[in-house]
């Protein structure tokens, strides 16, 4: 069948679904703004920042691995938005929700071009808009900047790899590429369009046997085929070098745990409007009920058994989204489930194109593929009794309401379980508040309930907290005071539980210094990084120190007076050394070493 310009350009000209697709899609614009307008920055979200507000915009920064990750593009608009609207989430959030309504759009571009202009295109729409699959990765930051452009560049490369399937025109093959390679810069798991590509040519644009199929494909598409390949191989080279991170486990994950959770609870209730319900437990999980897991699988299984019974050529459409499902388990299993359980794959941003996937194979399903060499016929005894225009408006509503409560329901657990948000106004809040300026504090790392530590130094205080300009600094020493931030974000007092204690001194005041340097033991030998150590001491008048402790030396302004002094050490150390400048009597009464805490803490 030959290719008309309406399939090419589908969105082209004047037609009533055209008109109610964009209604809809404005919709879910309207929607979509509301529930990111009101969510915030979390957890890599502050490794992003951290990164971008330290490093130089260097291809060594852009083309670093992150968890696995390779993404320069991802990091390069992290970078710019960092550098310019750190911490306001007003500036952020706008590029998340340009993308999400930019593969609306592409999908709808999509659908008409592959089923042409009939109702059944909105009910597909309305499942691709409403489904909470794509909800998770659509709110979160760090999770956005590599999914959503994967799901542009599947609606886009695919809509042009259907116009070059059907014309063989060589700008068709160009723009597939093109949209893929624009994936690929955010996020390596866009290589699975390449799969897609494979499917729906094999499945779709030829026929016979597997090998006749590709040596079909091979005769008329030979090019593209090539240029395909050199894309896809040069990528995954690029990968291997920057991007790939290998984590091996001292256990195997076991495949059937994580299928379950991620294809038999959340894939199997998202995919119809579930799952109504959600836990938190280190992450936001779908928490069906027993009866939406029964309703789920019984409503999927009507759904491939309605189109197999009164079709041919059905059972093909599945495999666009079990290739997908078969990708994300693997992955996971081998990324993810190793580190933290199966239990991840109840996340639906682990498998966010599920939902673009779901809704394409089922149009394939039931829908003819314009253009195509092979596709879906009814049979001649066909009972379409199930298939009228209000059965399938009514399922297409009930779906739409269940999908959007519960992506309600997920908004609203997500926003009150972000700590971050009053973590930060108390930072921000206690660091002006303090009466000294800059207020002088031990260079932590945030709470684990705000950020990993797993990228330490990323995340320390003086890495993330760097855009906000706080009137604070992190000194290498500090007399009388040291302050640390309390897992509430508030600034406070630093206390030093007693970790390592100076032995008794041989002088009446403990240990007498003067230029010579004098050795000063602990009770036990000190290894690794984080210490901090208290020196209590009386100087007849102010005077210079030098202090040599583990890796570090300290020349220190030491007051006149009783003080005490604060200073950092890492290493292994059983001691530390300690000298004046000029021969002024100093004491060091005694010195506490331990892992800075806030004083409510204690």
């Known amino acids: 069948m030959r290719a008309t310009i309406r399939d090419i350009h589908p969105i082209a000209g004047s037609n009533p679904i055209v008109g109610q697709g964009l209604v809809l899609i404005a919709l879910y614009a309207v929607f979509r703004a509301w529930g990111l307008s009101g969510a915030w920055y979390v957890s890599d979200d502050f490794a992003f920042i951290s ?8 291809l060594k920064y852009l083309f670093e691995s992150y968890g696995g990750h390779l993404m320069p593009a991802g990091f390069a608009v992290t970078w710019l938005l960092t550098r ?45 808009l409403t489904l909470v699959i794509t909800l998770p990765a659509s709110i979160w930051y760090a999770a956005g900047i590599n999914q959503l452009p994967l799901q542009v560049a599947l609606v886009f490369g695919l809509h042009a790899h259907l116009a070059y399937l059907r014309t063989s025109r060589r700008r068709h093959m160009v723009a597939a590429m093109a949209w893929t390679v624009f994936g690929l810069s955010f996020y390596e798991k866009t290589l699975l369009v390449f799969v897609v590509y ?24 030979r090019e593209g085929i090539i240029v395909y390949g050199v894309v896809a191989i040069g990528y995954l080279a690029l990968y291997l070098k920057f991007g790939v991170a290998i984590n091996p486990s001292s256990e195997d994950t076991a495949l059937s745990p994580v299928a379950w ?67 994300n388990v693997m992955l996971i299993a081998s990324a993810r489930a190793n580190l933290v359980g199966p239990n991840v794959g109840l996340e639906y941003r682990y498998q966010t194109e599920s939902a673009a996937l779901w809704v394409l194979s089922l149009g394939l399903a039931y829908l ?30 009930v779906v739409a309401i269940a999908a959007t409560y519960s992506s309600v329901q997920w908004l609203d657990k997500w926003d009150s379980s972000n700590v971050a948000v009053k973590y930060f ?64 974000g508030k600034i406070v007092p630093a206390v030093l539980p007693q970790a390592r204690v100076i032995q008794p001194g041989p002088d009446e005041c403990g240990y007498k210094i003067k230029t010579a340097v004098t050795r000063i033991p602990f009770d036990a030998p000190v290894v690794g990084e984080g210490w901090w150590v208290r020196m209590d001491y009386l100087a007849e008048r102010a005077v210079t120190a030098n202090v040599y402790v583990g890796n570090r030396h300290h020349r220190m302004d030491l007051p006149a007076g009783l003080h005490a002094v604060f200073f950092q050490t890492d290493g292994e150390f059983d001691a530390f050394t300690i000298s004046t400048t000029e021969d002024s009597p100093l004491c060091v009464s005694n010195a506490v070493l331990g892992l800075p805490t806030p004083v409510e803490m204690q």
């Open 51 to 58: 990164r971008a507000a330290h490093d130089d915009f260097t």
């Open 84 to 128: 310019f609207s750190a911490f306001e989430w007003s500036a952020w959030w706008p590029v998340l929700w340009v993308l999400q309504v930019l593969a609306a759009i592409g999908m709808l571009r999509l659908l008409l071009s592959m089923f042409g202009r009939t109702r059944a295109v909105l009910a597909l729409l309305i499942g691709y």
């Open 198 to 221: 494979l499917i729906v040519s094999v499945a779709w644009f030829a026929t016979g046997n597997f090998a006749e199929r590709i040596q079909s494909l091979w005769r008329r598409f």
């Open 261 to 327: 959770t991620l294809i038999g609870k959340a894939f199997s209730t998202g995919a119809v409007g579930g799952p109504l319900s959600w836990k938190l437990d280190g992450g936001l999980l779908a928490h069906p009920s027993d009866l939406v897991l029964l309703v789920s699988w019984l409503a999927i299984g009507l759904l491939v058994a309605g189109a197999h019974r009164t079709r041919v050529r059905s059972l093909r459409a599945w495999t666009l989204i079990l290739s997908g499902l078969f990708a």
């Open 368 to 397: 003819p593929l314009l253009g195509a060499v092979e596709t879906v016929e009814l049979k001649e005894d066909a009972d379409l009794t199930y298939e009228s225009p209000a059965i399938i408006q009514a399922v297409t509503v």
């Open 425 to 488: 106004q108390n930072v921000r809040g206690s660091a002006a508040a303090m009466p000294e300026h800059p207020v002088p504090m031990a260079d932590l790392g945030l709470p684990v309930q705000i950020m990993w530590a797993f990228r330490y130094p990323e995340n320390t205080y003086s890495r993330v907290w760097k855009p906000l300009n706080l009137p604070v600094s992190f000194p290498q020493y500090s007399v009388d005071s040291l302050y640390v931030a309390d897992n509430d």
